[in-house]
């Protein structure tokens, strides 16, 4: 299986945050859907477009959550869900997430990130990991 992300940034994410996003590997593979067509779309049609597109929604919205959408229900959710709300400082934590090594287990699960941590809730429980 290809470590590769399809990623789907929600209109939460700043443009700012976007292009690091973007610039932050070649590993992954980014929409951004405030460059879409279904732009400004409620998010349980943005999570069917990243299901249909096999995208993991990116998001720093903490209500797109494991109860809102629950597990294997979609391609996957990412939070960055950190304190800290500068874009720098997201992008920071994204890019820590990525060389983290536990990218493929964001797939069909919601992951969460903050300063210290990745959490993610999937099919078989919840995990969590120090963020290095």
């Known amino acids: ?7 789907l940034l929600d209109e939460a994410i700043t443009d700012p ?4 996003i973007r610039d932050s590997s070649s590993a992954i593979n980014v929409e951004y ?3 879409l067509p279904i732009r400004g779309a409620p998010d349980r ?3 069917d ?3 249909q597109e096999s995208r993991i929604v990116v998001t720093t919205e903490t209500g797109m959550n494991h109860k809102s959408f629950p597990v294997c229900s979609h ?3 990412i939070v960055i869900a950190g304190k800290r709300r500068h874009e720098s400082f997201q992008a ?3 890019q820590r997430f990525l060389l983290s090594g536990r990218r493929e287990e964001a797939r069909e699960a919601v992951t969460f990130l903050t300063e210290k941590e990745v ?4 099919h078989g429980g919840e995990q969590i990991f120090r963020l290095e």
């Open 1 to 7: 299986m290809s470590t590769n992300l399809r990623l």
């Open 17 to 20: 945050l976007a292009r690091r």
């Open 33 to 35: 859907m405030r460059e």
């Open 45 to 47: 049609r943005v999570v």
């Open 49 to 51: 477009y990243a299901l």
């Open 75 to 77: 391609a996957g959710i």
């Open 92 to 94: 920071e934590l994204f």
């Open 119 to 122: 959490r993610i809730k999937s």
